[in-house]
């Protein structure tokens, strides 16, 4: 499957080469030029993410090395893009989320700074997660845990703290934040299981676990658990359906 969406893609850009030429060469530099996804990733955000500290080809290389040491980073990518394709109704095509959504630029960040993390190479990491905040509007702790696919949707105002989980199939809009409501270093930050809908500026705090297929409506505010398959809304949020 992998193979055939990143063709999918480089068929898509093609014919945006055709609708847009005087993107031809930004185009065939970040896309038709690689080799597969994880090149195309790698470049895309060394392109949005390099300052006076470190050029686009310094980022590049590091990005594109700690992907390297994910065997499964190229699985993780395409199961995100493939999501938003298939979550967002105003996403038409593979290539959109990779050439222009902050959400799937952010997560794509965050997977690096989140390999260098567990290499130790904990300032790189947060120099990454700075700049993907500054850029993106998304601020994740590279050390949280994020499964895939994820979408992040719309991405601005969203943050996930250090000890935050968030399991497949999960959808997050913009201004959520996973925060903590304590100043220790314990496990603080919520687990957010598969199948789960956090909706626009909704707040889930603690360790709280949000159960498998439920919804935050937007504007909620989390401080207890959620049952799993239920809905809850409300400051603070309580279970409506």
Known sequence: MNRGIWDDIK???ALRIDAEPSLKDYLESLILSKNNIIEATAAILASKLNNDALSSVDLYHIIFAAYDNDADIQKKLINDIVFFK????ACKYLSTPLLFYKGFQGLAAFRSSNILWKAERHTMALFIQ?????VF???IHPAATIDSPVMIDHATGVVIGETARIDKNVSIFQGVTLGG???TQEDRHPKIHEGVSIYASSTVLGNVQVGKNSIVAAGSLVLEDVPADSTVAGIPAKKIK
Not at 130 to 134: H, P, V
């Open 11 to 13: 068929k898509e850009i």
């Open 86 to 89: 298939e979550n967002d109704p």
């Open 130 to 134: 700075n700049r993907s905040s500054e």
């Open 137 to 139: 509007g998304v601020d």
């Open 181 to 183: 409501h304590s100043f």
